[in-house]
């Protein structure tokens, strides 16, 4: 890493490596955001600002696609957080809401593993996006989604159970 592409206030990051995960890291918060590409440029550029201004300092314990990837799940939460706070004090004010429902775009291919993996349980589904869609390994999802290394090969294991037998039951079944 040249000195000049260091961020000033995160001096282990580099623009370069940001910019070689960039395509990445979108996929994810595309994924946090339901498919909703503008709160993704948002939750990203939030990501961004926090590397920028120190606010998340990458120590190198962990890969930076990593710890990229933890700043944007943190973030999604937060933001689904304070939302559905709102939500409850717009319920208990008695104020109708209009419902503003964005589809998520799904993949054209392999409609019936997309569904199937759609249905499955929320941290399930996620180590299996990380792990299969995002190129991490185990262990580097875990840490993403913020639980210890067994609890992630957990959700792996019983997702890949629970997948192995919908897809045989609608017949898109895989070998072992």
Same mark, same amino acid.
């Given at each position: ?46 990501a961004? &600002? =926090?590397?920028?201004?120190?606010? #998340?300092?990458f120590?190198?314990?962990?890969? *930076? ?5 933890? !700043? $944007? ?11 559905a ?14 419902d503003d429902?964005v589809?998520? &775009? =799904?993949?054209?291919?392999?409609? #019936? ?6 249905? *499955? ?5 996620d !180590? $299996? ?29 019983r ?18």
């Open positions: 890493m040249r000195e000049s592409d260091a961020l000033d206030k995160n001096p282990h990051v580099s623009r370069s490596a940001l910019e070689a995960i960039h395509g990445q890291v979108y996929g994810w918060a595309l994924s946090r955001s339901h498919y909703d590409r503008a709160v993704a440029e948002d939750l990203m550029q939030q961004y &600002v =926090e590397l920028l201004t120190g606010k #998340a300092r120590d190198n314990k962990s890969s *930076l696609k990593t710890f990229v990837f933890s !700043i $944007v799940q943190n973030l999604a939460r937060s933001r689904y957080r304070r939302i706070s709102r939500l409850r004090l717009v319920r208990a004010a008695g104020i109708s809401t209009v429902i589809q998520p &775009v =799904e993949p054209n291919e392999n409609a #019936a593993v997309w569904q199937a993996v759609q249905e *499955l349980p929320e941290r399930q589904r !180590i $299996v996006e990380l792990v299969f869609c995002r190129d991490m390994t185990i262990e580097a999802a875990a840490g993403v989604m913020g639980v210890t290394v067994g609890t992630g090969r957990a959700h792996y294991d997702a890949k159970k629970t997948l192995k037998i919908k897809l045989k039951n609608i017949g898109a079944g895989f070998d072992d």
